[in-house]
């Protein structure tokens, strides 16, 4: 950099904040900067900003950065005021979410070299003078990452986190069961990982013309791989929610121990199609407590007060086409062997509830044929009327329709698109989705926690394609999930995208989508999909 430089426009970041009030001049971060303050923030900002600019913005009792606690001042959990005069840079906040997100804002407005793992320059480093008043819309702010159908290094996933963090997101959803993967170690029930963690093949594609790749694939997390994603999440203000799917999406369990299903004495394989699997648990008591057994582990590995159950897309064919599961309904008072759906999920999540836990599910827990229990929490992805459902029965609901926030969608009509599946779903899109629609009844408005993007991956096979499925798209969703409407105009969001936040993501190393569409190695020839 040279001495000419101007710093960016307070007005830069992304989430857009609630206020902005640009002034003159601009503060210098050099050798000479020292921090202060009763946050955590104010640790997070020197070692990972400090270090990124190659300053080490020493503590002193008299700092020229100061991180405040003030919920007198600050009202709204989450909250920040920040304050950049050509002296000093003050930040005011609710509680310690608010001061870290009041960091992540300041390492916007420092630029894109700020976001590098080592410094590349030697300053100076300007911060744009001007007030901010910032506050999220929603407390649920949440993105789902898919690790069963495509194994994510660790490493990935920390730098997921990083990503989510960067954005003011404040949960990741790890999907870590399904039918063609089972991914987190279980002390005591080795072949979950020993079997269930490997397949043989993937298929490649989609539709009818889908192939199939004749390459083992899987890989799992150990319970400290975990430990250590959730403490870095905590160090990044995110809450890691764990979802083991019951009792569909369970054939990876089921070929690792085939007593928990409806065939005993049949050995099935992980599955290496994608889809919806016929295979479920069966509802034996064994069952459940194998199950009760799984969970009591998670939650030894994840404090999150939410803990996911799945519950989606159980297919009743197996249930209804077994005696012993016939014979089963019938003993637990059931009018149909489909309503074991509803039976199964119940005792899950009761087991949860009873270990202080609140459980989180997709909206077929609806349908599963019992009522749920209090507390229960629903994932409205079919539409939004699974959100409308939940909230007229008295429950909270997170907003994440799969045809406006799946972000493993297809981006455009184009041939040149990669394996397009699913709906067209573009940047704008995304950006219109509104999480309570207006004229909303009041009980949706009450019971809507917040919104949270999906990202499956039967298609997105490496990191570098879950870059370009996610960015900038994700963008895009964290200013549906923090700003206010008030302040939401999708050209002057794009505006903001281009001119400085995807410098930002290049310095990070995001393998985005451009703006115009798939570079010629983002694409996929020959690989068929299957568009919606």
Same mark, same amino acid.
């Given at each position: 950099?040279?001495?000419?430089?101007?710093?960016?426009?307070?007005?830069?970041?992304?989430?857009?904040?609630?206020?902005?009030?640009?002034?003159?001049?601009?503060?210098?971060?050099?050798?000479?900067?020292?921090?202060?303050?009763?946050?955590?923030?104010?640790?997070?900002?020197?070692?990972?900003?400090?270090?990124?600019?190659?300053?080490?913005?020493?503590?002193?009792?008299?700092?020229?950065?100061?991180?405040?606690?003030?919920?007198?001042?600050?009202?709204?959990?989450?909250?920040?005021?920040?304050?950049?005069?050509?002296?000093?840079?003050?930040? !005011?906040?609710?509680?310690?979410?608010?001061?870290?997100?009041?960091?992540?804002?300041?390492?916007?407005?420092?630029?894109?070299?700020?976001?590098?793992?080592?410094?590349?320059?030697?300053?100076?480093?300007?911060?744009?003078?001007?007030?901010?008043?910032?506050?999220?819309?929603?407390?649920?702010?949440?993105?789902?990452?898919?690790?069963?159908?495509?194994?994510?290094?660790?490493?990935?996933?920390?730098?997921?986190?990083?990503?989510?963090?960067?954005?003011?997101?404040?949960?990741?959803?790890?999907?870590?069961?399904?039918?063609?993967?089972?991914?987190?170690?279980?002390?005591?029930?080795?072949?979950?990982?020993?079997?269930?963690?490997?397949?043989?093949?993937?298929?490649?594609?989609?539709?009818?013309?889908?192939?199939?790749?004749?390459?083992?694939?899987?890989?799992?997390?150990?319970?400290?791989?975990?430990?250590?994603?959730?403490?870095?999440?905590?160090?990044?203000?995110?809450?890691?929610?764990?979802?083991?799917?019951?009792?569909?999406?369970?054939?990876?369990?089921?070929?690792?121990?085939?007593?928990?299903?409806?065939?005993?004495?049949?050995?099935?394989?992980?599955?290496?199609?994608?889809?919806?699997? &016929?295979?479920?648990?069966?509802?034996?008591?064994?069952?459940?407590?194998?199950?009760? !057994?799984?969970?009591?582990?998670?939650?030894?590995?994840?404090?999150?007060?939410?803990?996911?159950?799945?519950?989606?897309?159980?297919?009743?064919?197996?249930?209804?086409?077994?005696?012993?599961?016939?014979?089963?309904?019938?003993?637990?008072?059931?009018?149909?062997?489909?309503?074991?759906?509803?039976?199964?999920?119940?005792?899950?999540?009761?087991?949860?509830?009873?270990?202080?836990?609140?459980?989180?599910?997709?909206?077929?827990?609806?349908?599963?044929?019992?009522?749920?229990?209090?507390?229960?929490?629903?994932?409205?992805? !079919?539409?939004?009327?699974?959100?409308?459902?939940?909230?007229?029965?008295?429950?909270?609901?997170?907003?994440?329709?799969?045809?406006?926030?799946?972000?493993?969608?297809?981006?455009?009509?184009?041939?040149?698109?990669?394996?397009?599946?699913?709906?067209?779903?573009?940047?704008?899109?995304?950006?219109?989705?509104?999480?309570?629609?207006?004229?909303?009844?009041?009980?949706?408005?009450?019971?809507?926690?917040?919104?949270?993007?999906?990202?499956?991956? &039967?298609?997105?096979?490496?990191?570098?394609?879950?870059?370009?499925?996610?960015?900038?798209?994700?963008?895009?969703?964290?200013?549906?999930?923090?700003?206010?409407?008030?302040?939401?105009?999708?050209?002057?969001? !794009?505006?903001?995208?281009?001119?400085?936040?995807?410098?930002?993501?290049?310095?990070?190393?995001?393998?985005?989508?451009?703006?115009?569409?798939?570079?010629?190695?983002?694409?996929?020839?020959?690989?068929?999909?299957?568009?919606?």
């Amino acid at each position: 950099m040279n001495s000419k430089v101007s710093p960016l426009p307070l007005d830069s970041v992304v989430p857009r904040p609630a206020v902005v009030r640009p002034g003159g001049g601009s503060f210098v971060l050099d050798g000479d900067t020292t921090l202060a303050g009763d946050s955590a923030a104010c640790g997070w900002f020197r070692r990972h900003v400090g270090a990124a600019v190659g300053l080490p913005l020493r503590e002193s009792e008299h700092a020229d950065i100061t991180f405040l606690i003030m919920p007198e001042e600050v009202e709204a959990p989450e909250g920040y005021r920040l304050d950049i005069t050509e002296h000093e840079i003050r930040v !005011r906040a609710h509680d310690e979410g608010g001061a870290h997100y009041a960091a992540q804002t300041l390492r916007q407005l420092l630029g894109a070299e700020a976001w590098r793992a080592a410094p590349t320059g030697e300053g100076p480093w300007l911060l744009p003078c001007g007030g901010i008043e910032d506050r999220p819309r929603f407390t649920w702010r949440g993105c789902h990452l898919d690790l069963a159908r495509h194994f994510m290094p660790k490493r990935e996933v920390l730098r997921f986190v990083e990503l989510l963090a960067a954005h003011k997101l404040n949960v990741l959803h790890l999907h870590l069961t399904d039918d063609q993967g089972w991914r987190i170690e279980v002390p005591g029930l080795p072949r979950l990982t020993e079997v269930g963690a490997w397949r043989k093949g993937s298929q490649l594609g989609a539709g009818p013309d889908a192939g199939h790749l004749e390459r083992p694939h899987g890989g799992y997390y150990t319970g400290a791989d975990l430990a250590e994603i959730v403490s870095y999440a905590a160090e990044h203000r995110i809450t890691v929610v764990p979802e083991i799917d019951v009792p569909g999406h369970c054939q990876a369990a089921i070929a690792s121990y085939p007593e928990l299903g409806n065939e005993p004495h049949r050995q099935l394989d992980v599955w290496t199609g994608w889809g919806i699997s &016929e295979h479920v648990l069966n509802a034996e008591e064994s069952t459940v407590e194998f199950f009760r !057994r799984v969970f009591d582990h998670v939650l030894s590995v994840f404090p999150s007060p939410v803990i996911c159950v799945g519950g989606d897309e159980v297919p009743p064919e197996e249930w209804e086409r077994s005696p012993r599961c016939v014979r089963r309904s019938r003993q637990l008072g059931l009018s149909e062997p489909a309503k074991l759906h509803g039976w199964f999920l119940r005792r899950i999540i009761e087991h949860l509830h009873a270990r202080g836990r609140r459980a989180i599910g997709w909206d077929e827990m609806l349908d599963s044929g019992e009522s749920l229990p209090a507390g229960s929490i629903v994932a409205s992805w !079919r539409d939004e009327q699974g959100g409308v459902r939940a909230a007229d029965a008295g429950h909270d609901t997170v907003m994440c329709p799969e045809k406006r926030v799946y972000l493993d969608h297809r981006q455009a009509t184009g041939p040149e698109e990669p394996v397009p599946v699913g709906f067209v779903n573009t940047l704008e899109d995304v950006y219109a989705y509104e999480p309570v629609p207006a004229g909303s009844p009041s009980a949706l408005s009450r019971r809507v926690l917040g919104t949270q993007a999906q990202v499956w991956t &039967e298609h997105l096979d490496s990191p570098s394609r879950v870059d370009y499925a996610v960015f900038p798209r994700l963008c895009a969703f964290a200013e549906v999930a923090w700003s206010s409407t008030a302040v939401r105009d999708f050209s002057d969001f !794009r505006t903001r995208l281009s001119t400085e936040h995807l410098a930002r993501l290049t310095a990070l190393g995001v393998q985005f989508r451009p703006l115009w569409g798939p570079l010629p190695w983002q694409q996929r020839p020959g690989v068929p999909g299957k568009p919606r």
